[in-house]
């Protein structure tokens, strides 16, 4: 009996019921990207202030809208600017962000040699 009843409401509401998991799982992967303004260690997936959730709340309507991740991405960044992204992309304003690691290392790495050297 149950089984007749599933099957009744999936043939009669099919959209909805795989639509919404799918704009479900959609938003989950979009929320993982995007940092929480309030919490910025957090992303909005992780976060429970209140900023988070109702950004959750908007890209779920933008996606319902029809929208991409990248049009999505894009209007958060227009308008909270690009810290808002966890991984922010690789462009000359943030050049010194992704290769100071690398200087920093090879810094060391010769500051350590040097060391060595007078030993």
Do not use: H
């Amino acid at each position: 009996m149950k089984k007749i009843i599933i099957l009744i409401i999936i043939f009669l509401f099919p959209q909805n019921v795989f639509a919404d998991e799918n704009i479900e799982k959609k938003a989950r992967e979009i929320n993982k990207k995007i940092r929480c303004v309030v919490c910025q260690s957090q992303s909005i997936d992780d976060s429970d202030s209140i900023l988070a959730r109702d950004l959750r709340l908007l890209i779920k309507e933008k996606l319902k809208e029809g929208k991409n991740e990248k049009e999505i991405t894009k209007y958060l960044e227009e308008r909270y600017g690009e810290f808002i992204l966890l991984k922010p992309k690789f462009n000359s304003k943030t050049y010194f962000l992704w290769l100071a690691p690398l200087f920093i290392i090879l810094f060391g790495f010769f500051l350590i040699k040097k060391i060595f050297r007078k030993y």
